[in-house]
């Protein structure tokens, strides 16, 4: 496993982020045995959010943590202020609520990265810096970002909290996938994925602030299970968001060569995907959502697999040679 670090927390981040959302206490053997296995190969760090389960996510981790007494040990990042059916809540208010919720249900004194789940560009960045910085002032996080927060938002942010003496945004968690969205999957999202996002991509590499990025496999797409003529028979929701959000020809053609790339090198299509996140050149933490531990050890192998530019320019269809 490889290791970096976030500014303001002191432990060693993995490389590989394990998913918590199918955590349950309905589960409590199984979840356990996921956390303990992914934690034997290395991963550190597990990223939540005060909206997956309702809350019985949370719960579940925070049992693990501190059965486990590993606390210290590990990276949580906790995520909040998601917007629900009646309404944005991007506020100090809902930020405040949501953060002391997921403190109580992990049974935690602090959790180590803070990210806001969502972002409402229509309010004001000001009151959202003013009160991040009062909770790690009071010791409640150790640091803070934005997941789905668009660049041009995090430099106002970050514009701010210069100006004011205050600290800012250390970390984002944006969508990035050699896959390109036809549409988002869920509203309010933030994809850096695609020509289209070159310019942010380039910001991120010159600031070189630590990338949490979600859906590596673009929902599935990169399992191998989507192809142009079988599109029709998907019946379950997230396989239909998958068609929806990313079953076009040009993604298609990018999966053709993970394909070729995987048979030559002796891999699996979401091995390629994967190492294919992890081997362009920003500072990457993968969220990953393995369900077992035999899913995260073929994470584990892909993180080691350094494709080259030219390997990385012909998967995204900018070079028809990888020479």
């Known amino acids: 496993m490889e290791y970096g670090y976030v500014p303001g927390i002191e432990k060693p981040i993995s490389r590989l982020v394990q998913g918590t959302v199918m955590m349950t206490t309905r589960d409590l053997d199984g979840s356990f045995k996921l956390m303990d296995e992914v934690f034997e190969m290395g991963c550190r760090t597990f990223d939540t959010a005060h909206g997956y389960g309702a809350g019985d996510c949370e719960r579940t981790v925070g049992r693990w943590v501190n059965e486990r007494g590993v606390r210290e040990e590990v990276v949580i990042i906790g995520k909040g ?25 992990f049974k935690f004194d602090y959790i180590d990265l803070y990210l806001l789940h969502r972002d409402d560009p ?12 009062e909770h790690k002032k009071a010791g409640l996080i150790r640091a803070f970002g934005g997941s789905n927060w ?26 990035f996938s050699l896959a390109v969205q036809r549409k988002p999957p869920w509203p309010n999202c933030i994809s850096i994925s695609g020509p289209q996002a070159e310019e942010e991509r380039r910001w991120y590499q010159e600031q070189g602030m630590p990338l949490f990025t979600w859906s590596s496999l673009a929902g599935g797409f990169f399992s191998g299970r989507f192809r142009r003529d079988n599109l029709d028979t998907f019946t379950e929701y997230a396989d239909k968001l998958v068609v929806e959000s990313y079953c076009t020809e040009e993604n298609f053609q990018r999966l053709d060569r993970v394909e070729e790339l995987a048979r030559e090198k002796g891999m699996t299509i979401p091995q390629i995907a994967t190492a294919y996140v992890l081997s362009v050149p920003l500072n990457i933490f993968a969220l990953v959502g393995c ?19 030219e390997e990385i320019a012909w998967l995204e269809l900018r070079s028809d040679t990888r020479s």
């Open 150 to 175: 668009s660049v041009a938002r995090i430099q106002e942010a970050n514009a701010y909290a210069a100006a004011y003496g205050l600290e800012g945004f250390v970390a984002s968690s944006p969508n």
């Open 122 to 133: 229509s309010v004001p960045v000001g009151p959202i810096v003013e009160v991040l910085n």
């Open 291 to 309: 369900r077992t531990g035999a899913e995260f050890r073929d994470n584990l192998a892909a993180s080691q697999l350094k494709l080259t530019p």
């Open 81 to 105: 202020a998601h917007h629900n059916q009646d309404r944005q809540r991007v506020t100090p208010f809902d930020i405040t609520a949501d953060l002391h919720d997921s403190l109580a249900r």
